[in-house]
Structure formats: C-alpha cells, structure tokens
C-alpha cells in the first residue's frame, strides 16, 4: 500500500484528487493541505511514500519548503502538479536534479482531460514506489556529490577504450541523471572525440534549463538538440523532453512525437536501438541511474550490433534501477561507479 499526502490549494481539485487517488486498491491518502506551511508538520506526522504538491509557487514559500523538505526527509519524492512560468520551472529544476522530484504540468490537461490526468498521477506514483521498493535508493545527491570527487583521486583499473572505433555515445539517464551528468561534464575533455547524445528522462518544459547548465558545468558545447542537427565532435546535444529521436547513418537526429508506446518520452531504448540499427558497431552505451528499465533493450542491442557499452554501478547510483536491468538482460560489458566514467571521459 502505497501512502500518498496530497498538498493543493484548490479545495475542488484537492477533494477530486482524494478521491480518484482513494478509488485505487494499492493508494491510501494519509494526508491533505491547501498551503505548503503544513508540508513539514504532516510529513513528520504521516510519513508519506510520496506526496502530491499543487500550491501557489509565486510567493516563494513553496520553494522555501522544498528545501527544508528536502534537507529533512531527502528520500521522499514529491511530485509537484502545478502550472508554472518558465522563471519558475527554472527554480523548481534545481530540486529536480536532487533526482526526488517529478513534475506534471497542469496546462497540458483541462476539466475535460481530469482523468486522463489522474491516471498519468497513478502511473507515476505507482512507478516511484515499485522502483523504490525494488532498487537500492542511496539519499540526498549533495554529499554524493563530495564522495565522488573523493573517489575520482582513488587509482584503480578502467577498461581499454580505443575512441577510434566509435562515432557515437550516447549517455541515458533518469532519477538522479541531472546530477550524475552534471559531474561527468565537469570532467569531460574539451576535445573529447565522439559526438555525446543525452537522453535524461525530464518533464516538458526543463530540457532547455537542463542543457544550459550543462553547458556551464565544463569545457564541452551542450546544447538541445534540434529536428535534423547533425552530430559532431566536441558537441553534446540533449534530446528535448517530450521527443523521441533517432540517428541516420550519416549521424543525423531526427525527433517525432510518435509515442510509440513507451511511458518516457524520450525513451532511451528509442534512440540506442536506433543507432545501433544506424552505425552498428560504432555505437558507444553508457546508462546512469535511473528507476524502471528504459535502456536495457538499447543497451542489449548495441552489445547485439558489435558496439561498446557501460553502465553506472550500484555503489554510485541513486536508484540501481535502469543500469540494473540491462546488466540482468545481458547488455552491460563494463559496470563502473560514476566516477570511473567520468575518468574514462576524461582521458
């Protein structure tokens, strides 16, 4: 059973989302508040799995209480359900990358589309709490953060990796993923010679913040990646929340909108299998943390076409979910902490 609080300003929407969220079998509410000054009191009170946050974010105190959520209860994920401006969505991003908060934006759903809105909510409860029951969640990323760079002075074996054999990398990531590439691009070489593909699982709206502070945390260009971009050396280019890419043989990206039934879009699995159809042995894999098991099919593939692939392992992960299930399916050759990729990047 799984212990939902749900926090909205709107008496109307707050009773509505009660009770859709009380009509499933495996949700019980614990909790319910129209102001984020409740947030803390019922959190300690109730000890929720996760909690739903719908309040005014204009005056700042729901962002204020997001942090001292998250410095007291950092394993709780919250899944903020709101309408947002784009300075906001700036400021939420930053608790976003802690890897403990979703975002569904409520502009994309009228009165008519509640419940369609309310499935997506189950669905993303229901996500967070099997792959939190089902992985190894290690905590609040900021101390994470000092121990990987404790462990990047650390000597040990990396594997061989001749760069000439490959014209592509592409990195997949979800929970935790804004954080962990944030480190790797702190590393990477300015002169790094493969074209970088990044598919972060990440609510509408956060791919263009997301890739401008990648491209402030190093040397290497980040960039959002566009209908027809071609990919080149020194470059990385991020594949737009709500797109699904694929590479052309000459390393070209198409996007498309096209679902194609999967739950995140992009998918990982979408743009892996894609190029290794595209470059065969040419394709480099990486797959970072993240929870469910988008990738491991891609991964799969790539090994499948002759190409390299590596994952993030579990001692550095904050959710063991994706990397997890590739190594099960069979499509990990080298399983290595963060750190050691972020050296092998480095080289």
């Not at 979800?174 to 480190?183: C, D, E, I, N, V």
Request: aromatic letters at 6%; glycine letters at 8%; proline letters at 5%.
């Amino acid at each position: 059973m799984t212990r939902v609080l749900v926090v909205d300003q709107s008496s109307f929407f707050r009773k509505a989302l009660v009770h859709v969220l009380q009509s499933s079998p495996d949700i019980h509410v614990v909790g319910e508040a129209n102001k984020a000054s409740c947030i803390l009191d019922l959190v300690e009170k109730q000890r929720p799995d996760v909690m739903t946050l719908d309040v005014d974010f204009s005056d700042g105190e729901a962002f204020t209480v997001l942090g001292k959520l998250h410095a007291t209860s950092p394993k709780l994920p919250v899944i903020v359900l709101s309408t947002l401006n784009q300075n906001q969505k700036h400021e939420l991003f930053e608790f976003m990358a802690s890897g403990m908060v979703d975002f569904v934006d409520k502009s994309k759903f009228n009165l008519m589309d509640f419940d369609r809105l309310s499935r997506e909510l189950i669905e993303r409860i229901y996500k967070w709490n099997k792959s939190l029951e089902q992985s190894s969640l290690r905590g609040d990323l900021s101390p994470r953060t000092k121990v990987w760079r404790k462990m990047m002075t650390q000597s040990g074996p990396l594997p061989h990796l001749d760069w000439s054999q490959y014209d592509l990398c592409i990195i997949g990531a979800s929970t935790g993923g804004p954080t962990a590439l944030h480190f790797i691009f702190e590393h990477i070489k300015a002169d790094f010679p493969l074209p970088l593909l990044l598919v972060q699982h990440i609510p509408s709206g956060f791919s263009r913040t997301f890739s401008d502070r990648l491209n402030r945390a190093g040397s290497l260009c980040v960039k959002e990646a566009k209908n027809g971009t071609r990919l080149a050396p020194g470059t990385a280019l991020l594949i737009p929340s709500g797109m699904h890419a694929h590479v052309t043989p000459s390393l070209g990206v198409i996007l498309f909108t096209e679902k194609l039934g999967k739950f995140h879009v992009p998918s990982v699995d979408v743009v892996m299998q894609s190029a290794a159809a595209s470059l065969g042995k040419r394709v480099l894999g990486v797959l970072l943390t993240g929870m469910g098991s988008d990738g491991a099919d891609g991964m799969v593939s790539i090994l499948q076409a002759g190409g390299m692939t590596l994952a993030e392992s579990e001692e550095s992960c904050l959710i063991y979910g994706m990397p997890r299930a590739a190594h099960i399916k069979g499509g990990v050759r080298h399983m290595l902490s963060l750190p050691d990729i972020a050296k092998l990047f480095r080289k």
